[in-house]
Nanobody, 122 residues
Framework: QVQLVESGGGLVQPGGSLRLSCAASGFTFSSYAMRWYRQAPGKERELVAVISRFGSNTIYAESVKGRFSISRDNAKSTVYLQMNSLKPEDTARYYC???????????????WGQGTQVTVSS
């Protein structure tokens, strides 16, 4: 049974940091590119970052470049999202996703997690 379980969300003040984790099971983690997406209330789900199977390539949304960093540990079947200099507009539910292709397209997603809420507010 495939599972993607996100953790690390919460309430943080503007300018603060959070580190999200996504623990994967039920599939060969190193065979999949991993993504983080987010969805704010009333908005469409948007791509935040993608990392290739062995971490050599990444893609970031323009809105998070220089502030967020995606990484992975294949030995632990876990992908991370380090979020720094958080802004109120980063408030959203953050989802982990896996897809065999390294791309930013939602069509290439094979598995989704349930998400973790991030709220940036003073």
């Amino acid at each position: 049974q495939v599972q993607l379980v996100e953790s690390g969300g919460g309430l943080v003040q503007p300018g603060g940091s959070l580190r999200l984790s996504c623990a994967a099971s039920g599939f060969t983690f190193s065979s999949y590119a991993m993504r983080w997406y987010r969805q704010a209330p009333g908005k469409e789900r948007e791509l935040v970052a993608v990392i290739s199977r062995f971490g050599s390539n990444t893609i970031y949304a323009e809105s998070v470049k220089g502030r967020f960093s995606i990484s992975r540990d294949n030995a632990k079947s876990t992908v991370y999202l380090q979020m720094n200099s958080l802004k109120p507009e980063d408030t959203a539910r953050y989802y982990c996703a896996a897809g065999a292709r390294f791309s930013g397209s939602v069509r290439d997603i094979d598995y989704w997690g349930q998400g973790t809420q991030v709220t940036v507010s003073s």
